[in-house]
């Protein structure tokens, strides 16, 4: 009880409401001042002031609401970002005393061009940064999910810190004019908010990756972390860099159309590739992206490999590492093509080989584990999702997907275990997102599991009205009214969710969140769809 009321009173002192309420009071008492001096002289009624009472004590209460609810920023009125859950739960901690000092969040770059059209700019800054952080041993950097939730949102550099459980935050600016780029970056303390570097950088665009290189480099130097032991190209961002620029600005392009949570406009990445191929054959990353993004959206059957786009992702993919053989994202990439290509065996290698260039790469962890569970290698994908997990332990998909492997192989404990892990994270980006319509139906269905059927139902039926034609969207919704019981709901939706010409038919197999739906015949008639 005592804690309870510590937390509501950390998180009434975090949205201001108590500074809000003193200015009120000081407000009101001016006003019973001047009423009580003024109604009776103009000839006001008695009664007008008890109104001006009532109406202060009504005001009182909407002020507190709208205090709780919106903030004043510097980007104008907006509603407040809640807490994630971690950042409640011991809320007297320094930051130091519970994040690691080796670790930081990179949020996305404000844009400050005059058109306020470089988000995707702005963002791949800051991804590249975070990407080349990664590689630094016993550094720890939050997930691109976890930092860019807080864009747009006025909030002191130490909540964040302690929302993250990270050290040390990167922020900065953009401005891009023409071939002239200005960056404005900055490490703050998220223990103090005091600045532990700064630096401005007037450049040419083209030397942008010099820059991002010297940014992650003070961040390494500023935080004190060793790199001894580590290849000294960990933090090169010029590797495989492009001939032309316009080509790296179509690549950014494309990888923002594919980071977005819902599938419904990932059509549109593969062009952006193809275009920067075309300014620069030669870019490894470009054919990377492009094989990618075209194996994604064949995997969830956005695309049919009818006319030539399986084709087109292996040749994407191959020629990206004929260029860049020790990029472990073209590996990452030529393992999913294989995969949907059936080539179980070249798939894993790729994948291993993905693995060895970059342990702490996220995706590779990630996509090697789906690739085994859709192939009943449920304990090895426990493995790869294990380790996705502990490069990004603030994100919650990949031990969702653990828990489901976990249950297939007949282990419900660990299950359990798995899943009461991936929750609260999940819940935290609801909290600060409430249209992740991903993050809703993940929630959904590890909150069923867990016995909170009301607040699984609430979940779900959120992310049908958000996403109601969107294929992930009605497929887990099928596996968690599958979980309920409600089995000709799940079917009705399954149908729906493979109507739309989506699904991966060895994934649905094999899928042990729709196991009490194997027995039905309508179930075997649905998946005879995924073959024609």
């Not at 392009?253 to 990445?269: C, M």
Request: a neutral charge; aromatic letters at 8%; one cysteine or more.
């Amino acid at each position: 009880m005592l804690d309870s009321l510590k937390l509501t009173l950390a998180e009434l002192r975090r949205r201001r409401v108590f500074r809000v309420a003193a200015v009120y009071v000081v407000v009101s008492w001016i006003l019973i001042q001047f009423g009580s001096a003024v109604f009776e002289p103009l000839g006001l009624p008695a009664w007008s002031m008890r109104l001006l009472l009532v109406l202060i004590a009504l005001g009182f209460v909407l002020t507190c609401v709208l205090a709780w609810v919106y903030d004043i920023g510097a980007h104008g009125i907006q509603r407040t970002l809640p807490a994630p859950l971690p950042a409640l739960a011991n809320v007297s901690q320094d930051v130091h005393a519970i994040a690691p000092e080796a670790s930081v969040a990179i949020l996305p770059f404000t844009d400050m061009s005059e058109a306020r059209d470089q988000a995707y700019f702005c963002d791949g800054l800051a991804e590249e940064i975070m990407n080349a952080l990664t590689r630094v041993r016993d550094l720890r950097v939050a997930s691109r999910t976890s930092s860019f939730r807080f864009r747009g949102h006025d909030v002191d550099a130490r909540e964040i810190g302690h929302a993250l459980n990270v050290a040390a935050i990167l922020e900065g600016s953009v401005r891009k004019a023409g071939e002239r780029v200005r960056i404005t970056a900055q490490l703050i303390d998220a223990a103090s908010g005091y600045h532990l570097w700064s630096e401005n950088f007037d450049r040419r665009l083209q030397d942008i990756f010099a820059i991002q290189e010297e940014i992650a480099r003070a961040v390494v130097s500023a935080l004190r972390v060793s790199l001894k032991g580590i290849a000294e190209d960990c933090l090169e961002c010029s590797r495989n860099a492009p001939s032309d620029m316009r080509a790296y600005d179509f690549y950014l392009r494309g990888r923002q159309i594919h980071s977005v949570k819902s599938s419904d406009n990932w059509t549109k990445a593969p062009e952006m590739f193809r275009r920067a191929i075309a300014l620069d054959p030669n870019y490894a990353q470009a054919h990377a992206g492009l094989a990618d993004s075209l194996s994604q959206l064949l995997i969830w059957r956005i695309l049919r490999p009818e006319g030539g786009v399986l084709d087109e992702a292996l040749a994407a993919s191959r020629r990206a590492l004929e260029l860049a053989p020790r990029l472990a994202e073209a590996h990452v990439a030529h393992a999913n093509t294989l995969s949907f290509a059936g080539n179980d065996a070249g798939a894993v290698a790729a994948f291993e080989r993905a693995l060895a260039l970059n342990p702490g790469l996220y995706e590779a962890h990630y996509y090697f584990g789906r690739h085994c569970y859709a192939r009943g290698r449920y304990a090895r994908a426990i493995e790869e999702f294990e380790a996705a997990h502990r490069v990004r332990p603030d994100e919650f998909q990949a031990l969702a997907l653990a828990a489901g492997a976990a249950d297939a192989l007949g282990d419900k404990a660990r299950g359990d275990a798995l899943t009461r892990l991936a929750l609260p994270p999940a819940l935290a980006e609801i909290a600060a997102d409430p249209e992740n319509g991903r993050a809703l139906y993940l929630a959904a269905g590890m909150q069923i599991r867990l016995g909170d059927t009301h607040g699984g139902r609430r979940s779900i039926e959120a992310a049908l009205r958000l996403q109601p034609d969107d294929f992930g969207t009605l497929y887990n919704a099928a596996c968690t009214y599958a979980h309920m019981g409600e089995n000709e709901r799940a079917l009705d939706l399954l149908e729906r969710a493979v109507a739309s010409g989506g699904g991966f038919r060895e994934w649905i197999e094999h899928d042990s969140d729709l196991g009490s739906l194997r027995a039905l015949p309508r179930f075997h008639a649905i998946l005879a769809r995924l073959d024609k």
